[in-house]
């Protein structure tokens, strides 16, 4: 690693967190990560519990005087969204995270630093190895496949929890108790296609310089979506030249804002100089209008782009342009009643193109139920409209606001008195784990609370270290007062 942890607290944690960090631990590759925390379980005479998925169990008795106090479970994920910057050479199933502090704040070498959720892991794992301190009995969570539609949560069997109030430690920032979040689902649409042989000369657009981030906690920060924008221009493009689309791949993750797209396109050669002239207008204009929320954005053409299938026919390739171009992408509900908080959104996250279809995946996020069935349909209809099929998949329920929780009123009184500052009690549009612990375990009292970590889901997350020793002497301090019976 590439940073010196000696100087910071909590030590032990960030030594934790260093270590993990090693581990190449994306969605659905989890597997060592979850004999990692086993292994320490096995070392600190705790016990603890694997199952199929690599979810993991770790509990740990009160201390002398606690032991039957009332549990609290303590919960987070493993695994981590997989983003990096093009000209970054790293394998994320292979290589760990390179780790470097810059101020006071850690950031990874041109990757993600998947904070969300080493946050929570370390956290715990710092808890359930400490023994000079009081506490009440502590059963910790570690679930997989969070970031693919938390797949590992569905699968938690809640014989094995006792606990019957949670703090979920995702979330943030600093300073925020969350009560509340959004339900959503992946909605896949799928264009076949047919093509022929690629005739005229080939261009590349390549763009490049958007910020992304997380598609529920910055989906209302009017950040350019790449797969949008692409559409945008391909469909200005297609008014002054026969352009035929060759391929289009924008996005990693439907829960990540996408950065980049790249579209080759096949043209005649004379019509070349009018459509350079119509993208680069399109450019200028783009980045007047993201000049606030995302002024980096650039529209890099490649002549002579290699094109390894043949260009769509005219027919399709204007279908599937058209119903990109026409496609919702953003924020589509806002509540005045709960601070502006976001209700119902959705995000064109990932375009991927074979040689026999486009597919184009979104998650849409919402709130209200009534608003995802809206939502949903919208895309349906859409598809259907232009020869396409949309595929709902992986739903997940909505984290409902709890009037009279107990477990939130502790937590604030805590707070006063361990900063002499108000926590603030918020709803949130990002997609928790809670609702599925939830609806498994209906009488749970559930709070969730983070870092102060930016831009998630991107290479330029960042995470700020004085807030992670913050916060965690914030649930220190709740867990000793829960040893003195409140």
């Known amino acids: ?59 740990k008795p009160g201390t002398p005087g606690c032991e039957n106090l ?18 970054t050479v790293h394998d994320f199933e292979k290589d760990g995270l390179k780790l470097y502090v810059e101020g006071n704040m850690l950031k990874a070498k041109g990757t993600t630093l998947g904070a969300d959720d080493a946050v929570a892991v370390t956290y715990m794992m710092s808890f359930l190895a400490r023994n000079d301190f009081p506490h009440p009995p502590l059963e910790c969570v570690f679930t997989t496949q969070e970031e693919i539609g938390l797949n590992g949560a569905y699968i938690i069997d809640p014989d094995l929890i006792k ?44 763009i490049r310089g958007l910020f992304g981030g997380h598609s529920g906690r910055m989906i209302d920060k009017e950040r350019g979506n790449a797969n949008k924008l692409m559409a945008r221009l391909l469909h200005y493009g297609a008014k002054v030249a026969d352009l035929r689309l060759v391929s289009i791949s924008g996005g990693d993750k439907a829960n990540a804002i996408p950065r980049e797209c790249d579209a080759v396109i096949a043209l005649p050669a004379g019509q070349k100089d009018a459509l350079v002239k ?52 953003g924020v589509v509900a806002k509540s005045m009643a709960l601070k502006d908080l976001t209700v119902c959104s959705l995000n064109m996250g990932v375009s991927r193109t074979s040689e026999e279809a486009v597919v184009i995946t979104y998650s849409v996020r919402s709130s209200q139920d009534s608003l995802l069935e809206l939502t949903r349909e919208r895309l349906i209809c859409l598809a259907d409209t232009f020869g396409a099929k949309a595929d709902p998949k992986d739903a997940y329920p909505s984290w409902k606001y709890k009037p009279d929780s107990p477990l939130r009123h502790f937590c604030e009184k805590v707070y006063k008195e361990h900063t002499g500052e108000d926590l603030k009690v918020e709803a949130v549009h990002g997609g928790l784990e809670c609702g599925v612990f939830l609806s498994k375990m209906p009488d749970m009292d559930i709070v969730a609370l983070g870092v102060n970590n930016y831009n998630a889901h991107t290479p330029q997350e960042t995470m700020d270290l004085d807030s992670y020793g913050r916060v965690y002497t914030y649930i220190e301090a709740l867990l000793r007062k829960m040893a003195e019976g409140e």
């Open 163 to 206: 606990a019957r109030r949670m703090l979920n430690i995702d979330s943030g920032p600093e300073g925020v108790l969350v009560v509340g979040a959004a339900g959503g689902q992946n909605i896949v649409i799928t264009k076949e296609v047919t093509r022929e042989p690629v005739q005229g000369i080939t261009l590349g657009l390549h």
């Open 70 to 87: 009332p549990p609290v479970l303590m919960q987070g994920h493993t695994d981590i969204v997989c983003e990096k910057n093009q000209d």
């Open 278 to 329: 119509v993208l680069r207008e399109q450019e200028a204009m783009i980045q007047d209008e993201l000049a606030f929320s995302d002024a980096g954005f650039v529209l890099n053409l490649e002549e002579n782009a290699p094109a390894t299938m043949g260009m769509i026919t005219k027919e399709c390739g204007d279908q599937l342009v058209q119903m990109m171009f026409l496609a919702p992408c």
């Open 1 to 59: 690693m590439d940073y010196v942890i000696q100087n910071r607290e909590p030590k032990d944690a960030l030594r934790y967190f260093e270590e993990l960090s090693a581990i190449p631990r994306g969605s659905r590759n989890e597997k060592a990560a979850a004999e990692y925390l086993m292994a320490f379980a096995k070392e600190h005479g705790l016990w603890c519990h694997m199952d199929e998925l690599y979810n993991v169990y770790i509990k």
